[in-house]
């Protein structure tokens, strides 16, 4: 697996790639904007990105923006976000849109090494890994609408919105896989989504109701239109 990875900080982005290649990971890239990071996955074509929120020169969404931009331009490739704060917008704004190979997860989860460079495989195989808090966010955000819900399908709408399939979300509430095919079939009927079988749609829609809305709140960044 080839990655490249962007972020600002050094020490943070040598620590990174320091973890990544000690577990097999091959660091092709590490930048410190956004534009050298478009320059380089353009060029060496990465199996996963990772990239900060916020970069040079105004450190408020250009990673966000070319996060965006990358997944517009090379599909193929998983995109692993990396941010300081929780932003459950931004980050059901991003993975709604497509949720395979896409990541969110707050700087404070890399602590946990083997944890980053498991969300790391997930992405880079086109899974779709969100922080707990940032879920947790969403679902406080929408917490009126949730009233139908009983505490277990809370749950399960959670580890849904994470991405994981009804097999790994039984395992990790307990529960059969059964039960959780249950649970979802009730929590899309009352939240008024379309029950599907296909993952990315369960999770496009279980992520599309916690945004609350489609429009997206980024800019565009230079050159969104060409693609090579």
């Given at each position: 697996?080839?990655?490249?990875?962007?972020?600002?900080?050094?020490l943070?982005?040598?620590?990174?790639?320091?973890?990544?290649?000690?577990?097999?990971?091959?660091?092709?890239?590490?930048?410190?904007?956004?534009?050298?990071?478009?320059?380089?996955?353009?060029?060496?074509?990465?199996?996963?990105?990772?990239?900060?929120?916020?970069?040079?020169?105004?450190?408020?969404?250009?990673?966000?923006?070319?996060?965006?931009?990358?997944?517009?331009?090379?599909?193929?490739?998983?995109v692993?976000?990396?941010?300081?704060?929780?932003?459950?917008?931004?980050?059901?704004?991003?993975?709604?849109?497509?949720?395979?190979?896409?990541?969110?997860l707050?700087?404070?989860?890399?602590?946990d090494?083997?944890?980053?460079?498991?969300?790391?495989?997930?992405?880079?195989?086109?899974?779709?890994?969100?922080?707990?808090?940032?879920?947790?966010?969403?679902?406080?955000?929408?917490?009126g609408?949730?009233?139908?819900?009983?505490?277990?399908?809370?749950?399960?709408?959670?580890?849904?919105?994470?991405?994981?399939?009804?097999?790994?979300?039984?395992?990790?509430l307990?529960?059969?896989?059964?039960?959780?095919?249950?649970?979802?079939?009730?929590?899309?009927?009352?939240?008024?989504?379309?029950?599907?079988?296909?993952?990315?749609?369960?999770?496009?829609?279980?992520?599309?109701?916690?945004?609350?809305?489609?429009?997206?709140?980024?800019?565009?960044?230079?050159?969104?239109?060409?693609?090579?």
């Open positions: 697996m080839r990655a490249v990875i962007a972020e600002d900080m050094v943070l982005r040598d620590g990174l790639a320091r973890a990544l290649s000690a577990h097999g990971v091959d660091v092709v890239a590490e930048v410190g904007d956004a534009g050298a990071l478009i320059e380089a996955v353009t060029r060496l074509r990465p199996d996963v990105v990772i990239v900060d929120v916020r970069m040079p020169p105004s450190f408020t969404d250009e990673g966000a923006r070319a996060a965006r931009l990358i997944r517009e331009r090379f599909p193929e490739i998983g692993l976000i990396l941010s300081h704060t929780v932003d459950p917008g931004l980050a059901f704004m991003l993975a709604a849109e497509r949720p395979a190979g896409f990541g969110y707050l700087k404070d989860s890399v602590i090494v083997a944890a980053f460079i498991d969300a790391v495989r997930q992405v880079a195989g086109h899974a779709t890994v969100i922080d707990p808090a940032v879920v947790s966010a969403g679902l406080a955000r929408r917490g609408a949730l009233g139908a819900l009983s505490e277990r399908e809370r749950d399960v709408l959670a580890e849904l919105a994470r991405g994981r399939s009804n097999a790994a979300i039984a395992q990790a307990f529960i059969s896989a059964r039960t959780v095919d249950a649970h979802l079939r009730s929590i899309f009927l009352k939240l008024g989504l379309e029950h599907s079988a296909d993952a990315n749609n369960r999770v496009r829609a279980a992520l599309a109701w916690l945004l609350d809305g489609p429009d997206s709140a980024l800019t565009p960044m230079p050159g969104a239109g060409h693609r090579p």
